[in-house]
Structure formats: structure tokens, C-alpha cells
């Protein structure tokens, strides 16, 4: 449940968009946290105000809650 938003807010991190595919009523958001490049998938409802303007390149800002944080160890 990663929220995606144009502006900064506190506990966002910076990410790139690296691609994205619309799978019906949601779209599938691959991105790159700035600074350490690690990658994030993002799913957005199509209908969502960023989902028009989605493309590879973007600057945008990424969250969640904590309750939907997951550490996988390797």
C-alpha cells in the first residue's frame, strides 16, 4: 500500500520512475529510491490524479503505513 504524491511531505522518500503498465483498473509502478537506487513497485489505481501523467523519468514521492512495512532477510 505504497501512496505515491507530487509534493514532499514528512517520512517520503524521493523516487524515479522507471516504468509502469496498466493492468486494468490499476497500474503497476516500478521506481528507484533516490540516493541509494534500490527499486520499489508501486500499485496505483487508474484513476488516481498521478496515473495520467505517469511516465519514466517522473519525480515523485513514495509512503506507506507503518502496519503495511515488510523486512525481507536474505
Known sequence: RIVLSEAAHPGAFAAEVVGAAYMG????VHLTLAGSGL???ARLPASHRLAAD???GR???CSWAA???RLLVK
Open 54 to 56: 505517469i511516465e519514466r
Open 39 to 41: 527499486p520499489l513497485v
Open 59 to 61: 519525480q515523485v514521492h
Open 67 to 69: 502496519e503495511h512495512a
Open 25 to 28: 483498473q490499476d497500474m503497476v
